[in-house]
Structure formats: structure tokens, C-alpha cells
């Protein structure tokens, strides 16, 4: 059974009783429920307004909502080839005609039934199991499309509204899924990117070689066979077999038979420097700044299609990068062992009483959208903060995890002073380790408490969480 949820405007409710559904207006977005069988119908919507409904739908987290098929019905939507690849059907025909709602159920319900195979999973944190999901659910080959509305110069329109950005992130991303096998690139183009700013809209400029002037004066170099002498067309004066040779004087009879144009030259109109081969200098349109050829980025741009690999995960949960190099590098327990350890420190220590413990809670919420950032150096750059928690960690300590980005530690015959030591250490080195990304690094939060040998586990982690 389908949920029908139009979105127009202003929510009209008169259009969505016909379906017996909801309706919203486009503002409404953050009221929509995750319900099973859900369809969103855009009606009336410009294109602006169907990008918006799009990217609105698809940043949710429930897979149930950013899964949904979206069916765009206007016969005044531009057919473009962006547009129509950003909804999963863009139709002209009146939205009340059985020929539509037929089309649109031929779309949709294999979405619906791939939606329905998945495991119940309340939300999906992660870009790129995101992506990886909304490929699988339609069974669909990703194909780039040259775009003005992109800096990299191509968009990827069905996973676009995925990204709050219209920057290089799902790029980053693909590079990501690509480096894990979990989809397969295959070569569309090859790109030069401004080093600055990642631009691909390039301004390719010939200067002089002496000083950097772009008013140049371009000319043919003339070579008179007879006598030997080259000099620049405007020297030899006149048209065809008016030209005459400044050195000797005879008159040039054709190309080819006394003389011939090998090259051309050039000439500064700022100062005055003839020369034969100038300098290329790059001005980008986004940033403003030069540059040499030799400075750009270059970059392959890709189709993706989902491996073997990449479908498991996207039916049974991609695992969380960093969670992955933390279990290799530090042996993460789950949490029932952590809360046994835990429950054992607490009884030596009110035993013994001669050494006290601390609990400390890691938590690194900007942790996701790194994926979108680091693309194929996600795997380098998290491996680096994960040998440096584990260079500051002792081989006695104890880690599980809560979450994908938050992670309990028991630091074993520590106390409050020096475990304050070495997560202030683990905020210095996260600082530098993403130092391009200050905005993660800033989120970065930890806490300690002290193990009270009276309390028990659970009262010990809900101080933490407070």
C-alpha cells in the first residue's frame, strides 16, 4: 500500500485527497513521517522548487524517506537531462489521468519492494552508505553530465541533492566508495581543476615571456628561400604575390615554391619583445587567481556502477570506516564486556584503595562528513587519528563503541589529572590531523569521570553522556 504525499506550493490538500494522502507545502518538508510506501509527488513546482523538494528528501536520514520515489508533474518543467535524472520520473500529463498514476506505480513500485528488503535501520548517518543504497534501490549506473552549475565543471544529478554543497563533496564521495571496491569507476573524461579552488571553468591566456603582458601581436614568420631570410610577414609588406623581400628585394612568387611560413612569431605591444614560442598563464573565473598550466589539479571524471561488494552493503550496512581501523589498531570490546571491565575496576578499587581509574567519552560528530571531504585519503587521514588515539592510549585500556563516531575508554590506573592529559593531547593532535577541516576538529568533544567504586557501570556511562 502507498503513502502519497503531494507537495506543491502552498499544500494543496484538494490534490492530495484524490490519492487519499498527504499534503504538504515545501516548507513543510521537516513534517514528513517515514512511513512504508512512501511517494513523493512534486506538483507545480518550478525547477528550483523540485531541486529544493529533491535535496530536502533526500538529506533526511530514515531510508524510508530519502529512498522515496520522487514523481515531478508539470508540463512546464523544462525537459532537461539534469532535471529528469535528479527525480526518478518527470511527467507533463495531468496528475488526475489513469495513464499517470499507471506510469507512475511502473516507477515506483520497484523502489518500494527494494526499500521493503532492507533491514530495519531507524537512520542513516553516512553519505556514502546514502548513496550506496540509492543506487542499489534502482538498480542504477551513475553517468556524469557537463554543468555550468557545478565548479568541477560535472554533477552526478540523481545523488546531488545528497550534498548541501554544489562543490567537489560527491566527487569526494565516489572517490571513497571507489577505494573501498564497493563501486567501479570507469573513464568518461579527464579534467584540469584550479589549484586553489578546485574550479574547472579556466581561462587559458598567452604572455609574454619577458614581462608577463597578455596584449600580444601575432604574425606569421616568413622564410624567402632564395636569400635566406626570415623575418615576420608585415616586414615582407602586401598580400600574396605583392609581398617582396626586405633583404633582397625580389618578389615573392607562392608559397611553397620560394618560401614558406614555418612558425609563427609573436610580439609585445607593452614591451616590445619579439619572441617565438610565449608563456600560458590559467585564470580561474570562480576564484580570480593565476596560475600556470603546470600548478592545475587534474582528475579523471568517472561512471560508477555498484560491485558485488557494494550491493552487500547496501542491503546489510556499510561499517564505519574509522570504527574499522580503531577495531584493528585497538581491539574494540562491545559494550556488555566494556560495562564487565568496568564493573572489575570498580571492585579492585574499593578493594585495594590505593589507585583510582577514569572513564573518558570520545565523540567526534563531524566525523561523517569527512567521507564528502577526504574521498580516497578518508582511509589515510582516519588511520593517522586512529594510531595517534592509540599512541596515547596504554596497552591496559579498554575502548568500546557507542556509536560509529562516539567511543568509551577505561583508562586503567589513571586519575582525573592524567587522563585530562591525554585527551587534551588527543584534541591537539585531532587539530592537526584536520587541520583543513577546523570545523570537525572543533567538534571534537571528550569527558571524564572517575570510576566510582560504589556505582555501578550503567550510573558510571549515563554520567558521561549527561
Same mark, same amino acid.
Given at each position: 500500500?502507498?503513502?502519497?504525499?503531494?507537495?506543491?506550493?502552498?499544500?494543496?490538500?484538494?490534490?492530495?485527497?484524490?490519492?487519499?494522502?498527504?499534503?504538504?507545502?515545501?516548507?513543510?518538508?521537516?513534517?514528513?513521517?517515514?512511513?512504508?510506501?512512501?511517494?513523493?509527488?512534486?506538483?507545480?513546482?518550478?525547477?528550483?522548487?523540485?531541486?529544493?523538494? =529533491?535535496?530536502?528528501?533526500?538529506?533526511?536520514?530514515?531510508?524510508?524517506?530519502?529512498?522515496?520515489?520522487?514523481?515531478?508533474?508539470?508540463?512546464?518543467?523544462?525537459?532537461?537531462?539534469?532535471?529528469?535524472?535528479?527525480?526518478?520520473?518527470?511527467?507533463?500529463?495531468?496528475?488526475?489521468?489513469?495513464?499517470?498514476?499507471?506510469?507512475?506505480?511502473?516507477?515506483?513500485?520497484?523502489?518500494?519492494?527494494?526499500?521493503?528488503?532492507?533491514?530495519?535501520?531507524?537512520?542513516?548517518?553516512?553519505?556514502?552508505?546514502?548513496?550506496?543504497?540509492?543506487?542499489?534501490?534502482?538498480?542504477?549506473?551513475?553517468?556524469?553530465?557537463?554543468?555550468?552549475?557545478?565548479?568541477?565543471?560535472?554533477?552526478?544529478?540523481?545523488?546531488?541533492?545528497?550534498?548541501?554543497?554544489?562543490?567537489?563533496?560527491?566527487?569526494?564521495?565516489?572517490?571513497?566508495?571507489?577505494?573501498?571496491?564497493?563501486?567501479?569507476?570507469?573513464? !568518461?573524461?579527464?579534467?584540469?581543476?584550479?589549484?586553489?579552488?578546485?574550479?574547472?571553468?579556466?581561462?587559458?591566456?598567452?604572455?609574454?615571456?619577458?614581462?608577463?603582458?597578455?596584449?600580444?601581436?601575432?604574425?606569421?614568420?616568413?622564410?624567402?628561400?632564395?636569400?635566406?631570410?626570415?623575418?615576420?610577414?608585415? /616586414?615582407?609588406?602586401?598580400?600574396?604575390?605583392?609581398?617582396?623581400?626586405?633583404?633582397?628585394?625580389?618578389?615573392? @612568387?607562392?608559397?611553397?615554391?620560394?618560401?614558406?611560413?614555418?612558425?609563427? !612569431?609573436?610580439?609585445? @605591444?607593452?614591451?616590445?619583445?619579439?619572441?617565438?614560442?610565449?608563456?600560458?598563464?590559467?585564470?580561474?573565473?570562480?576564484?580570480?587567481?593565476?596560475?600556470?598550466?603546470?600548478?592545475?589539479?587534474?582528475?579523471?571524471?568517472? @561512471?560508477?556502477?555498484?560491485?558485488?561488494?557494494?550491493?552487500?552493503?547496501?542491503?546489510?550496512?556499510?561499517?564505519?570506516?574509522?570504527?574499522?581501523?580503531?577495531?584493528?589498531?585497538?581491539?574494540?570490546?562491545?559494550?556488555?564486556?566494556?560495562?564487565?571491565?568496568?564493573?572489575?575496576?570498580?571492585?579492585?578499587?574499593?578493594?585495594?584503595?590505593?589507585?583510582?581509574?577514569? !572513564?573518558?567519552?570520545?565523540?567526534?560528530?563531524?566525523?561523517?562528513?569527512?567521507?564528502?571531504?577526504?574521498?580516497?585519503?578518508?582511509?589515510?587521514?582516519?588511520?593517522?587519528?586512529?594510531?595517534?588515539?592509540?599512541?596515547?592510549?596504554?596497552?591496559?585500556?579498554?575502548?568500546?563503541?557507542?556509536?560509529?563516531?562516539?567511543?568509551?575508554?577505561?583508562?586503567?590506573?589513571?586519575?582525573? /589529572?592524567?587522563?585530562? !592529559?591525554?585527551?587534551?593531547?588527543?584534541? /591537539?593532535?585531532?587539530?592537526?590531523?584536520?587541520?583543513?577541516?577546523?570545523?570537525?576538529?572543533?567538534?571534537? @568533544?571528550?569527558?571524564?569521570?572517575?570510576?566510582?567504586?560504589?556505582?555501578?557501570?550503567?550510573? =558510571?556511562?549515563?554520567?558521561?553522556?549527561?
Amino acid at each position: 500500500m502507498k503513502s502519497w504525499v503531494v507537495v506543491t506550493e502552498n499544500g494543496d490538500h484538494g490534490v492530495a485527497a484524490h490519492f487519499g494522502g498527504q499534503a504538504l507545502a515545501l516548507a513543510q518538508l521537516d513534517m514528513l513521517e517515514p512511513a512504508p510506501g512512501l511517494v513523493i509527488v512534486a506538483l507545480g513546482l518550478d525547477e528550483q522548487g523540485v531541486l529544493a523538494l =529533491c535535496r530536502g528528501i533526500r538529506m533526511r536520514p530514515e531510508p524510508r524517506c530519502y529512498l522515496a520515489p520522487i514523481v515531478a508533474v508539470d508540463r512546464y518543467l523544462p525537459q532537461r537531462p539534469e532535471l529528469a535524472s535528479t527525480v526518478d520520473l518527470l511527467l507533463e500529463s495531468p496528475l488526475s489521468s489513469a495513464a499517470t498514476q499507471t506510469e507512475i506505480e511502473r516507477v515506483a513500485d520497484p523502489i518500494l519492494h527494494a526499500i521493503d528488503g532492507l533491514p530495519e535501520v531507524g537512520r542513516d548517518a553516512n553519505v556514502g552508505a546514502k548513496v550506496l543504497r540509492y543506487l542499489w534501490s534502482r538498480n542504477l549506473e551513475l553517468v556524469p553530465q557537463p554543468s555550468s552549475g557545478n565548479v568541477r565543471g560535472y554533477v552526478y544529478p540523481p545523488v546531488e541533492p545528497f550534498f548541501d554543497r554544489s562543490d567537489e563533496s560527491a566527487f569526494q564521495v565516489l572517490d571513497f566508495l571507489e577505494a573501498e571496491h564497493l563501486v567501479r569507476g570507469e573513464f !568518461v573524461d579527464h579534467v584540469h581543476l584550479c589549484h586553489f579552488c578546485g574550479s574547472a571553468f579556466l581561462n587559458f591566456v598567452e604572455t609574454c615571456p619577458q614581462c608577463e603582458g597578455k596584449d600580444l601581436e601575432r604574425d606569421d614568420l616568413v622564410h624567402h628561400f632564395p636569400c635566406g631570410y626570415m623575418g615576420n610577414s608585415r /616586414e615582407f609588406g602586401g598580400d600574396g604575390r605583392d609581398k617582396i623581400c626586405p633583404k633582397c628585394g625580389e618578389r615573392l @612568387r607562392g608559397l611553397g615554391t620560394d618560401y614558406d611560413k614555418p612558425s609563427l !612569431v609573436y610580439s609585445c @605591444r607593452s614591451c616590445r619583445h619579439v619572441f617565438q614560442e610565449p608563456e600560458i598563464a590559467t585564470l580561474c573565473y570562480n576564484c580570480r587567481r593565476p596560475g600556470r598550466p603546470e600548478d592545475l589539479v587534474e582528475r579523471d571524471v568517472k @561512471r560508477y556502477a555498484l560491485t558485488a561488494l557494494g550491493e552487500h552493503s547496501a542491503v546489510h550496512g556499510l561499517d564505519a570506516l574509522f570504527h574499522r581501523l580503531l577495531d584493528e589498531r585497538l581491539h574494540l570490546v562491545d559494550m556488555e564486556t566494556f560495562k564487565l571491565f568496568l564493573q572489575v575496576e570498580a571492585a579492585r578499587i574499593r578493594r585495594y584503595k590505593i589507585s583510582t581509574s577514569t !572513564v573518558a567519552l570520545l565523540e567526534l560528530p563531524g566525523l561523517q562528513h569527512l567521507y564528502a571531504r577526504f574521498g580516497s585519503r578518508a582511509r589515510e587521514v582516519f588511520g593517522e587519528f586512529a594510531s595517534i588515539l592509540k599512541g596515547v592510549l596504554r596497552m591496559t585500556d579498554i575502548v568500546a563503541s557507542l556509536s560509529d563516531t562516539a567511543f568509551l575508554i577505561l583508562l586503567v590506573e589513571t586519575p582525573s /589529572e592524567g587522563a585530562e !592529559v591525554a585527551m587534551r593531547r588527543l584534541r /591537539e593532535e585531532a587539530g592537526r590531523v584536520f587541520a583543513d577541516e577546523a570545523e570537525v576538529a572543533a567538534t571534537l @568533544r571528550t569527558k571524564i569521570v572517575p570510576v566510582d567504586p560504589e556505582a555501578d557501570p550503567e550510573s =558510571c556511562i549515563e554520567a558521561l553522556l549527561a
